[in-house]
Nanobody, 116 residues
Framework: QVQLVESGGGLVQPGGSLRLSCAAS????????MRWYRQAPGKERELVAG????????NYADSVKGRFTISRDNAKNTVYLQMNSLKPEDTAVYYC?????????WGQGTQVTVSS
C-alpha cells in the first residue's frame, strides 16, 4: 500500500515562507511523477505543482508561479514544495499525490495558514 506523509505546514504571516515535505514509501518513488494539490475550505482540490520522474520538468498553477518551487530527492524518496511570498489566499490543506496503478494516492495533508 502506497504511503505518503506530508509535513512542514503551519501558521505564517503574509510574505513569509514555508517548505513542505512529502515522504513516500512502499513504491519505487524514482519511477513516478509527483504532484502537490491544495484544498481551501469550501473549495475544490486544485493542482498546485507537478514534477517529472527525474525532476527535469515542472509545472505550476498560474496562481503560484514565481512563488512556489517543487523539487524532489529520489535518494530520500521525498518531494518538496518551497513556498515563498505567501498570501492569505494560499491558506489550505496541502496534499501530495501520486498516480500508482492507475489509482490516485494521497497523504493525510498538512495545514498551511497565512494570516497576520
Amino acid at each position: 500500500q502506497v504511503q505518503l506523509v506530508e509535513s512542514g505546514g503551519g501558521l505564517v504571516q503574509p510574505g513569509g515562507s514555508l517548505r513542505l515535505s512529502c515522504a513516500a514509501s512502499r513504491f519505487i518513488f524514482s519511477n513516478y511523477a509527483m504532484r502537490w494539490y491544495r484544498q481551501a475550505p469550501g473549495k475544490e482540490r486544485e493542482l498546485v505543482a507537478g514534477i517529472t520522474v527525474g525532476g527535469g520538468s515542472t509545472n505550476y498553477a498560474d496562481s503560484v508561479k514565481g512563488r512556489f518551487t517543487i523539487s524532489r530527492d529520489n535518494a530520500k524518496n521525498t518531494v518538496y514544495l518551497q513556498m515563498n511570498s505567501l498570501k492569505p489566499e494560499d491558506t489550505a490543506v496541502y496534499y501530495c499525490n501520486v498516480i500508482f496503478g492507475a489509482k490516485d494516492y494521497w497523504g493525510q495533508g498538512t495545514q498551511v495558514t497565512v494570516s497576520s
